[in-house]
């Protein structure tokens, strides 16, 4: 199977900001520029989170979907805000490929195989936001990791397939921004729980450090930092991992 390298985005709309540990984001700029910029540096898939959403109990990034569909000839992932079967049905009319759902999902697990079995389960996609609790778990967090969830990923994981997630899309909270180094541990409990596509998120650093999570069982990283500020270009990344032994479309 290809190894994915997937551009996330985090939208404050109608701007691409980024935070560390999910706060205290800060503007980056343009969205469906750096969308397309990503697009042509060979990225796998696009995701856009609309981080304030579940805040405000909504989801405005439509227009900019619909934008990047015309641009952009890969995947587009959205999150934020999806709550029912209207909210992923504009989203997916406007361009989206696959709808990320966390806090509804938790509040309302049965959205999942709702999404599914009108969607596909190709197009749905469980977010878990964890937050190291001690003793080997992870908490499960909500509305872009400001609240506690009360459930831990031992217990949320699990049930992923169960509910009819297609993917997992699993972020560290407290290496998302960090650029110290993905959470293995994390996602080598999950890859545990379950044998859904894993993507994860949080952290990276190194064309090296991707390549661990790759031999761990990921599917895939989203990464953010490293792309934002030009660390690296995805045809730089893609080439390393290449040269690493792991198989990437190039």
């Given amino acids: 199977m290809t190894f994915r390298i997937i551009s996330r985005l985090d939208i404050k709309p109608p701007n691409l900001v980024k935070g560390v540990h999910l706060e205290g ?32 109990d909504r989801n405005s990034i439509q227009s900019l979907v619909s934008i990047t569909a015309e641009d952009v000839f890969i995947p587009v992932t959205v999150g934020g805000g ?13 361009g989206a490929d696959k709808v990320c759902l966390n806090t509804a999902a938790v509040k309302n697990p049965d959205v999942i195989s709702h999404l599914a079995s009108v969607f596909g389960t190709q197009a749905v996609v469980l977010g878990i936001e964890a937050k190291h609790s001690g003793g080997g778990d992870y908490s499960v967090m909500t509305d872009c990791g400001r609240e506690k969830s009360g459930l831990s990923v031992k217990d949320w994981a699990g049930l992923a397939s169960e509910l009819g997630a297609g993917e997992i899309f699993l972020t560290s909270i407290d290496r998302e921004g960090t650029r110290s180094g993905l959470d293995l541990e994390l996602l080598k409990l999950v890859r545990s729980l379950s044998e859904l596509p894993i993507v994860l998120h949080g ?25 934002h500020f030009q660390i690296n270009t995805i045809t730089e990344l893609k080439e390393s991992l290449s040269n690493l032994g792991i198989k990437v479309r190039i």
Avoid at 203 to 227: C, P, W
Wanted: proline fraction near 1%; charged fraction near 25%.
């Fill in 25 to 56: 984001f800060r503007k980056v700029g343009d969205p469906a520029f750096f969308a397309r910029k990503y697009y042509e540096q060979g990225a796998d898939e696009i995701s856009y989170q609309d981080i304030v959403a579940s805040l405000y």
């Fill in 82 to 94: 999806i709550r029912n079967i209207e909210d992923a049905t504009l989203l997916i009319r406007s």
């Fill in 203 to 227: 952290g990276s650093k190194t064309a090296e450090d991707i390549s661990l999570a790759a031999k761990a069982g990921a599917d895939g990283v989203a990464i953010a930092s490293l792309l």
